[in-house]
C-alpha cells in the first residue's frame, strides 16, 4: 500500500517538475492559445479486460461511468464513478452467477501540451474505492468493499468549443477476499468518453 | 495304655463323626445328591479302584439345551434345498457348540487325572469318558455333570433256538424251490402285501439298522443304496484303536458295516435282520421292499469267559457306541428319509420304564425329528418286565407273535413298556453265509424290524410325528393277548394303519438360495382341501419374484389349496450392487468456492429384468448408514455438494426395486 502511494507521489511530483521546465523554457515564446475547457463532465463508456480467474468466470465486458475533471492547465483533479455487472457460469456445474463492481476512483492528471492545441495529451494516478457483489443460488452472496489504486494515460480532443472525445487507458488493481479465493478486481479498461466543458 | 487307646479311639470316632457331618452338608454333596443319579457311584467307585479305570457315560448340563434342541429338530426329513441344510447346519452347530462347551469345562476339571474320551456327542448331552478315580471323584462334584452311569454292554439278542436247531428251525440257501414261507407269512400277516398294492413300499425311504453290520453284497440288498457305519470302541472299551474294519473305534462309508466273521455268535444278525425291514430279491420280500437301508455296526468283540462264559468269543455293544450311533443316525437326517432306527439289541431286567437311561435321550432327540426307535423287548420269557432300552418309555417297544397270533413264548412281556406285538417265530431272512444264504430265526429281534420296516410305509403314506404313526399302529392293529396276564397289546396291521392315517396330500415347499418360505421348505402332509398359506421371505439384499411348480404368479401370500399333490418353487433374486464410481471436483465463481463430490453408477447387468424404481445412497459412518438422497430410478449420477476439500466419505448405493426391496450396496469412498 505504501509503495503503491509513493508511486503516484512520484507521478505527481514528475508532472510539477515539466511543468515549471515548460514554464522556464516558454518565458519568452508568444502566449499560447488559450484553452477553453479547464473542467468538464465526461460521460464515459469502456471495454474492461479482466484477470484471467474473472474472466473464466465472467469474460471481458462493458464499463459505465461519468468522471468530473477540475482543475487548472497542466494538472488537473479527476473524479470518477464506473459500474459493471456480469452474469457469469459456475466452473463445474454451469450454474449461473452474478457480479457487480462498483468503483469510485479519485486522483490527479497532468496534461501534456502539444503543438496541435485542440489534442491534450495526458497520465494520472488516483485511489479507488471498490464495491464488489457477487450472488448465486447455490453458494449465496460474497460481499466486500475496499481501496485500490489507479493509473490512467489518455488524451482528449477538441471537437467543439466546450464538447471533447476523450480516449484513454486505465489500469487497476484491488486486492481483496470476500469468500473463499483472494481476488484483484481490477484490471485494463479502454475507455471511450465524451466531454462536456464548463 | 488301655486307657490312651480308648481315648484315642473316642477321638478318632468324634472327628469321623464330625467329618462325616461336614460332608454331609456341604453345599457341593448337596447338589450332586439331590440332582445327580448316582445309584451305582458306589460300583463305579469300586470298578475303578479295582480296575483302575471305569467307562462312564456323564449327563452334561448344558445350557438352554432344551431351546437348541427343539431349534436344531425343527429340521426333520431331508434337506428341502441348499438354503435349508445351509439353516440346519447352523442350528446343529449351535447345539454342538454348547454341548462341546460344556464338555470342555468338565475337562478343565479333570486336567492332571487319567481320563480317555470316548465320545464327545453332537447333539445330546453326553459324553462317554474312561476314568480313573480320581476323575471319577472330580465328576462327581462338578457343577457341570448332572448324572454320571456306568457305560454298560448291551448284549445282542440271539434269536432263540427251536428244539434241536440252532437259532432256528430251518438254514437254508435260496436252492430255487425250497419254500420260503415264514417272512412272506408274516409280511402278508401284518398287511405289507396289501400296503404295497395301495403304493406304499417304503421307496424314498431308509430303515436304520443298529446291529452288527451286513453283508450288503447278498442279493437280498441287490440295487439298495446301503449307508454303512462303524461305532466300535472294541473290548478294551476306549477311543482309538477299535474294531472298526479300519481298526479305529469310528468308521463311515463304504464297508464300515462289515459284519465279523462267523467265529463271533451271531455276527450276520444284522444281515438278518436288515432282510427282514427292507429286503427283496425275487418274489421273497421284506417289510419295506423297495425302502433303503442305513446300516449301523454298533457291537465289538470279546474273548473269554468272563465276557462270553462259556463261548469263548462273542460281541456285545458298549451303551456309549450306541448312544454314538444314534448320534449319528441324527446328524445325517437332512441327507436321507429316515423312517426308523431298528435296535434288536437288549439287556437287564426292567419292571418300570427306565428313563434315566442316557439313551432316553437319543431316543427322544430323533423322535422329535420324526424317527422312531423300534426296540426289541427280548427273549428271556420274563412277564412284566422287559429288557432296556426297549425300557424307555419313549422307544417302539416290539414283542414276538406266532404267525397264529399268539405271543411267543419267549418274548418278554409289560403290558405298558411294550407298545405292540409284530411276528418273530420262524421268520425267514438273508443271513451271512453267502450272497444266497437265508435261514429261519425265531425272536424279538425278528419282531422288531417287522415295525420298523412298517414305519417306512407308514411314512411314505403320512410323514406324521411318532406319536400320530404309533397311535394309528395301535388302534388299528389285532389284540394278541399276552401269556403272562390277561391283558393285550396290538399286533401290527401295516395296511390297516396305513387306511387309518390322514388321507393327506404332500406339499413339497422349495425356494433357491436367495430366500426361504413360511413355512420353511420342505415336505408336509395337509388334509385334503386345507388351504396352505406360503409367505415368501427373501434373504436380505434380495427380491421374491415368482412362484413356479404348481402355482404361478407373485402373490404373497400364496394360497395353495390341496386338492392333490403339489410342488410350490419360490424363486428370489440377488439385486447386485450398482457399478459406481466417486470423484471430488471444485466449484467456482470468482471469488467463491465449493467441492462436490460426485458420484456416477449403473445397474449391473445381471440386474436386468427387475423393476429398478429408485436408488437410495447413504453415507457411512463405520458400518451405520445415513440416508443421504433417493433418486428416481434413472439416475444415474448425484453431486453431493459443499462436501470439504479434505472430508473423506463412504456413499453406499442401493438400487431399490418397486415392492420396495434393497439391493446390495456399492461402496464408493471419495477423498
Same mark, same amino acid.
Given at each position: 500500500m505504501i509503495r503503491k502511494i509513493g508511486i503516484v507521489l512520484v507521478l505527481l511530483l514528475v508532472s510539477q517538475v515539466l511543468h515549471a521546465q515548460q514554464a522556464t523554457v516558454n518565458t519568452n515564446a508568444?502566449?499560447?492559445?488559450?484553452?477553453?475547457?479547464?473542467?468538464?463532465?465526461? %460521460? $464515459?463508456?469502456?471495454?474492461?479486460?479482466?484477470?484471467?480467474?474473472?474472466?473464466?468466470?465472467?469474460?471481458?465486458?462493458?464499463?459505465?461511468?461519468?468522471?468530473?475533471?477540475?482543475? %487548472? $492547465? $497542466?494538472?488537473?483533479?479527476?473524479?470518477? %464513478?464506473?459500474?459493471?455487472? $456480469?452474469?457469469?457460469?459456475?466452473?463445474?456445474?454451469?450454474?449461473?452467477?452474478?457480479?457487480?463492481?462498483?468503483?469510485?476512483?479519485?486522483?490527479?492528471?497532468?496534461?501534456?501540451?502539444?503543438?496541435?492545441?485542440?489534442?491534450?495529451p495526458y497520465i494520472g494516478a488516483g485511489v479507488g474505492y471498490y464495491m464488489y457483489d457477487e450472488k448465486n443460488e447455490p453458494i449465496g452472496e460474497a460481499k466486500k468493499n475496499q481501496i485500490g489504486f489507479c493509473v490512467v494515460g489518455g488524451a482528449s480532443m477538441r471537437v467543439l468549443k466546450s464538447l471533447a472525445l476523450d480516449c484513454r487507458i486505465k489500469y487497476s488493481t484491488c486486492s481483496m477476499q470476500p469468500a473463499d479465493f483472494k481476488i484483484n478486481i481490477g484490471g485494463l479498461t479502454f475507455g471511450l468518453g465524451l466531454g462536456l466543458g464548463f | 495304655m488301655r486307657f490312651l487307646a480308648t481315648k484315642s479311639r473316642a477321638w478318632i470316632l468324634f472327628f469321623s463323626a464330625l467329618l462325616a457331618v461336614l460332608w454331609m452338608t456341604s453345599p457341593i454333596q448337596s447338589v450332586s445328591q439331590s440332582q445327580k443319579q448316582q445309584a451305582n457311584l458306589d460300583g463305579l467307585r469300586d470298578k475303578a479302584w479295582k480296575e483302575g479305570t471305569v467307562g462312564v457315560i456323564v449327563n452334561l448340563e448344558v445350557p438352554m439345551i432344551q431351546e437348541l434342541t427343539a431349534a436344531s429338530?425343527?429340521? /426333520?426329513?431331508?434337506?428341502?434345498?441348499?438354503?435349508?441344510?445351509?439353516?440346519?447346519?447352523?442350528?446343529?452347530?449351535a447345539l454342538k457348540e454348547a454341548i462341546e462347551y460344556a464338555a470342555w469345562r468338565v475337562f478343565m476339571e479333570l486336567e492332571g487325572t487319567q481320563y480317555t474320551v470316548n465320545h464327545v456327542y453332537s447333539y445330546i448331552p453326553f459324553i462317554a469318558l474312561r476314568v480313573s478315580l480320581n476323575a471319577l471323584s472330580l465328576l462327581e462334584v462338578s457343577s457341570t455333570v448332572l448324572g454320571i452311569e456306568e457305560d454298560g454292554l448291551t448284549r445282542l439278542i440271539d434269536p432263540v433256538e427251536d428244539s434241536g436247531g440252532a437259532k432256528g428251525d430251518t438254514s437254508l440257501t435260496d436252492g430255487g424251490d425250497l419254500s420260503r414261507p415264514s417272512l412272506d407269512t408274516s409280511v402278508d400277516l401284518i398287511g405289507a402285501k396289501t400296503a404295497w398294492g395301495l403304493g406304499y413300499t417304503g421307496n424314498q425311504w431308509y430303515v436304520a439298522i443298529l446291529d452288527t453290520g451286513i453283508r450288503k453284497t447278498h442279493q437280498f440288498f441287490t440295487g439298495k443304496n446301503i449307508v454303512e457305519a462303524c461305532f466300535s470302541l472294541g473290548s478294551d472299551g476306549a477311543a482309538g484303536a477299535g474294531d472298526c474294519p479300519n481298526g479305529n473305534s469310528t468308521m463311515t462309508g463304504s464297508g464300515a458295516a462289515v459284519h465279523y466273521s462267523s467265529t463271533y455268535p451271531s455276527y450276520d444278525h444284522g444281515t438278518h435282520v436288515s432282510g427282514i425291514a427292507a429286503g427283496k430279491y425275487g418274489s421273497l420280500a421284506g417289510v419295506a421292499k423297495d425302502a433303503n437301508i442305513i446300516a449301523v455296526q454298533v457291537f465289538s468283540k470279546f474273548y473269554g469267559y468272563l465276557y462270553c462264559g462259556s463261548n469263548s468269543y462273542c460281541i456285545a455293544s458298549w451303551n456309549s457306541d450306541t448312544l454314538d450311533a444314534m448320534n449319528y443316525i441324527y446328524s445325517i437326517r437332512g441327507s436321507y428319509n429316515i423312517a426308523a432306527i431298528n435296535m434288536s439289541l437288549g439287556g437287564g431286567r426292567y419292571y418300570?420304564?427306565?428313563?434315566?437311561?442316557?439313551?432316553?435321550?437319543a431316543i427322544d432327540l430323533l423322535r422329535s425329528a420324526g424317527i422312531a426307535s423300534a426296540i426289541a423287548t427280548a427273549n428271556n420269557s420274563y412277564c412284566g418286565s422287559i429288557s432296556g432300552p426297549a425300557c424307555v418309555s419313549t422307544s417302539v417297544a416290539v414283542g414276538a407273535s406266532t404267525d397264529a397270533d399268539a405271543e411267543a413264548y419267549f418274548s418278554n412281556w409289560h403290558a405298558t413298556m411294550q407298545k405292540v406285538f409284530a411276528p418273530g417265530s420262524g421268520i425267514y431272512s438273508s443271513t451271512g453265509a453267502s450272497d444266497s444264504s437265508y435261514a429261519s430265526w425265531?425272536?424279538?429281534?425278528?419282531?422288531?424290524?417287522?415295525?420298523?420296516?412298517?414305519?417306512?410305509?407308514?411314512?411314505?403314506?403320512?410323514?406324521?410325528?411318532?406319536?400320530?404313526?404309533?397311535?394309528?399302529?395301535?388302534?388299528?392293529?389285532?389284540?394278541?393277548? /399276552?401269556?403272562?396276564?390277561?391283558?393285550?397289546?396290538?399286533?401290527?396291521?401295516?395296511?390297516?394303519?396305513?387306511?387309518?392315517?390322514?388321507?393327506?396330500?404332500?406339499?413339497?415347499?422349495q425356494s433357491n438360495q436367495f430366500g426361504t418360505t413360511q413355512p420353511i421348505p420342505g415336505v408336509y402332509t395337509y388334509a385334503p382341501n386345507t388351504q396352505v398359506q406360503?409367505?415368501?421371505?427373501?434373504?436380505?439384499?434380495?427380491?421374491?419374484?415368482?412362484?413356479?411348480?404348481?402355482?404361478?404368479?407373485?402373490?404373497?401370500?400364496?394360497?395353495?389349496?390341496?386338492?392333490?399333490?403339489?410342488?410350490?418353487?419360490?424363486?428370489?433374486?440377488?439385486?447386485?450392487?450398482?457399478?459406481?464410481?466417486?470423484?471430488?471436483?471444485?466449484?467456482?465463481?470468482? /471469488?467463491?468456492?465449493?467441492?462436490?463430490?460426485?458420484? /456416477?453408477?449403473?445397474?449391473?447387468?445381471?440386474n436386468a429384468g427387475l423393476d429398478i424404481t429408485l436408488y437410495r445412497i447413504y453415507t457411512m459412518s463405520g458400518d451405520t448408514p445415513t440416508l443421504l438422497v433417493e433418486l428416481a430410478g434413472d439416475k444415474t449420477e448425484y453431486y453431493h455438494r459443499k462436501v470439504g476439500q479434505t472430508s473423506i466419505t463412504t456413499y453406499a448405493i442401493r438400487a431399490v426395486t418397486s415392492s420396495g426391496r434393497e439391493g446390495a450396496p456399492a461402496l464408493v469412498t471419495v477423498q
Open positions: 508568444p502566449a499560447p492559445p488559450k484553452e477553453n475547457t479547464l473542467s468538464m463532465f465526461v %460521460g $464515459r463508456f469502456g471495454y474492461f479486460l479482466a484477470s484471467k480467474e474473472f474472466k473464466d468466470i465472467y469474460g471481458n465486458g462493458v464499463v459505465f461511468g461519468g468522471e468530473l475533471r477540475l482543475g %487548472g $492547465r $497542466r494538472i488537473t483533479g479527476w473524479l470518477e %464513478g464506473n459500474y459493471r455487472a $456480469r452474469t457469469g457460469k459456475f466452473s463445474f456445474t454451469k450454474e449461473e452467477t452474478k457480479v457487480n463492481v462498483l468503483a469510485i476512483e479519485g486522483g490527479a492528471l497532468y496534461k501534456f501540451k502539444i503543438k496541435s492545441g485542440n489534442i491534450m | 429338530a425343527r429340521f /426333520s426329513g431331508m434337506d428341502a434345498n441348499q438354503a435349508i441344510t445351509s439353516e440346519r447346519i447352523a442350528a446343529d452347530n418300570s420304564s427306565c428313563d434315566t437311561d442316557s439313551r432316553k435321550s425265531n425272536g424279538t429281534s425278528m419282531a422288531t424290524p417287522h415295525v420298523a420296516g412298517a414305519w417306512a410305509l407308514m411314512k411314505q403314506r403320512f410323514n406324521g410325528s411318532v406319536t400320530d404313526l404309533l397311535n394309528a399302529l395301535v388302534t388299528t392293529g389285532k389284540s394278541i393277548t /399276552s401269556r403272562c396276564e390277561n391283558k393285550s397289546l396290538p399286533r401290527i396291521q401295516v395296511d390297516k394303519a396305513i387306511q387309518a392315517l390322514p388321507a393327506g396330500f404332500k406339499l413339497t415347499i406360503i409367505k415368501p421371505v427373501p434373504n436380505t439384499y434380495c427380491i421374491f419374484i415368482n412362484w413356479s411348480g404348481d402355482a404361478t404368479g407373485s402373490s404373497d401370500p400364496l394360497v395353495v389349496t390341496m386338492d392333490r399333490d403339489k410342488t410350490v418353487s419360490a424363486y428370489f433374486r440377488y439385486i447386485y450392487a450398482p457399478i459406481a464410481t466417486g470423484r471430488k471436483v471444485l466449484n467456482r465463481t470468482f /471469488s467463491q468456492a465449493e467441492y462436490i463430490n460426485i458420484l /456416477s453408477w449403473q445397474t449391473d447387468p445381471v
